[in-house]
């Protein structure tokens, strides 16, 4: 059953203002890279230095995405290597949002194969590392490969109940992402019946923490409803998360549009500096509000995240998107040198994450 609405006050009120970004290593080709046994020692001290400079910018939480692939086929050691990754992100005070499924994935065509364990291929320039990815612009559905089949869907939902379970009362994971971005690749009607099972599975496990599945097409404009697997997840959610990486007024109108709500609210994807989603106006209307935000990158590295997704350069080829300043990286904060993409930029977060943490010691005295 959803949390009331004084539950989740209570819990989200009891914490300091959330504010981090979505993690891989810079070393990480993609999430296969991350959590698989090939090559994770070295990652890990990657992932150590980054977190270092992550706490030193004023962040204190992190979004991570599973991988059902390592899972299946290095079950005991990635739960190891999971545990491993939790306890390093608590040594420098970061808590993890775990998102359990997610419909941001691939397309079928031009020989896209089920992601394998093993060494990760990559290609340059390009956002993800893919020349055929998830982010171009889509014009089929698209397999979410493992709840698409029938063996596989049922080991999919063991591993997210395995691993709520294992960790429903670790104060290590913060929030349960249920669904990345539900219905994307035109998934909708494929992934409303998934959606509601994850749901029901991840409350089954009774975990201490809240869930939350972030509405990712929502307009400013109120008259424009959601599609109804987003307005399941909405439902659905303990605290509510969206996805934006539109400019600063449109934010402004989602978020008044997702305050009737009335529970706390995330951004779980933010910052695309090509289309006018930055630091300088964003940063500072999420800490005035209180929304926990989680912007998408931290270092610069294999997947590439600082370039264009490929669909906007393919919106702005064909003439229907041309209001796009490519001179800007897209995503990530950091160079591979740990020198900021920008230093002002920076500035601004570490300030108002001082005044958040002022604002914290201020309301315990």
Not at 53 to 61: D, I, R
Not at 167 to 186: K, L, T
């Amino acid at each position: 059953m959803r949390w009331t609405l004084e539950k989740i006050w209570e819990w989200y009120d009891a914490r300091p203002w959330l504010r981090g970004c979505n993690y891989m290593s810079a070393d990480c080709a993609n999430r296969v890279d991350q959590w698989q046994a090939l090559g994770f020692e070295e990652r890990l001290e990657t992932t150590e230095r980054e977190l270092a400079l992550m706490q030193e910018t004023g962040f204190n939480t992190v979004r991570l995405i599973l991988e059902f692939v390592v899972w299946k086929e290095e079950h005991d050691s990635f739960l190891e290597r999971f545990d491993r990754y939790l306890s390093l992100c608590a040594k420098y005070g970061i808590s993890c949002m775990v998102t359990l499924a997610n419909d941001c994935m691939p397309p079928k065509n031009d020989g896209w194969k089920m992601p394998q364990v093993g060494e990760q291929s990559y290609d340059w320039g390009y956002h993800g590392g893919r020349k055929r990815s998830q982010h171009g612009v889509c014009t089929e559905t698209s397999p979410h490969f493992y709840l698409d089949d029938p063996i596989l869907r049922e080991e999919y939902f063991e591993m997210v109940k395995e691993i709520v379970t294992l960790y429903r009362d670790d104060e290590r994971v913060c929030i349960w992402d249920v669904y990345n971005e539900p219905g994307n690749r035109m998934r909708d009607a494929l992934t409303l019946p998934n959606l509601k099972r994850m749901f029901e599975v991840v409350r089954a496990c009774n975990p201490t923490q809240p869930l939350t599945c972030a509405v990712w097409r929502m307009k400013g404009d109120e008259s424009i409803p959601l599609p109804e697997v987003e307005q399941y997840a909405l439902d659905q959610s303990d605290i509510i998360s969206y996805h934006c990486y539109k400019e600063y007024n449109e934010h402004i109108k989602i978020i008044k549009r997702l305050k009737k709500e009335g529970r706390p609210i995330l951004n779980t994807e933010w910052l695309a500096r090509c289309t006018h989603n930055d630091v300088f106006s964003l940063f500072p209307l999420f800490y005035l509000e209180k929304i926990g935000c989680y912007n998408w990158g931290f270092v610069a590295g294999k997947y590439q995240t600082y370039e264009p997704w490929e669909s906007t350069w393919t919106r702005y080829n064909n003439g229907s998107d041309t209001d796009v300043d490519f001179t800007k990286w897209f995503h990530d904060l950091y160079r591979p040198s740990h020198h900021p993409y920008d230093p002002k930029e920076i500035e601004v977060i570490r300030q108002f994450c001082s005044l958040a943490d002022r604002d914290v010691a201020n309301a315990s005295k």
